[in-house]
């Protein structure tokens, strides 16, 4: 299985933008569809924002278009999440998941195979 590894999230005002990383051990992420979700206190956790194997296709949820972008770099076994113009309700933990082999771009919690640890991030009115 691979293994996924978020990087180090923080505090950041509104407004302000930060860059989340995800890197991934024991296997390429090449044969990965991967996805990037998060979960807010005393939420479920929600997709933000997808992208499929060679990176031809991303999906992200209706609250974060426009202000998150996802990214893959199949060479350096990474996926990127930049978020911009963040919103005190993008406060969440967030959770970098691999999904093996997978299709398109799946929205679903359960279609994920592999997850990582999560990390916070804070965004302060």
């Known amino acids: 299985q691979v293994q996924l590894v978020e990087s180090v999230g923080g505090l950041v005002q509104a407004g302000g933008s930060l860059r989340l990383s995800c890197a991934a051990s024991?296997?390429?992420?090449?044969?990965?569809?991967m996805g990037w979700f998060r979960q807010g206190p005393g939420k479920e956790r929600e997709f933000v924002a997808g992208?499929?194997?060679?990176?031809?296709?991303?999906n992200y949820a209706d609250s974060v278009k426009g202000r998150f972008t996802i990214a893959r770099d199949n060479a350096r076994n990474t996926v990127n999440l930049q978020m911009n113009s963040l919103k005190p309700e993008d406060t969440a933990l967030y959770y970098c998941a691999a999904r093996l082999y997978g299709l398109g771009v799946q929205t679903g919690v359960a279609a994920y195979n592999n997850w990582g640890q999560g990390t916070q991030v804070t965004v302060s009115s």
């Open positions: 992208i499929s194997l060679r990176g031809g296709t991303t």
């Open positions: 024991g296997r390429s992420l090449s044969n990965y569809a």
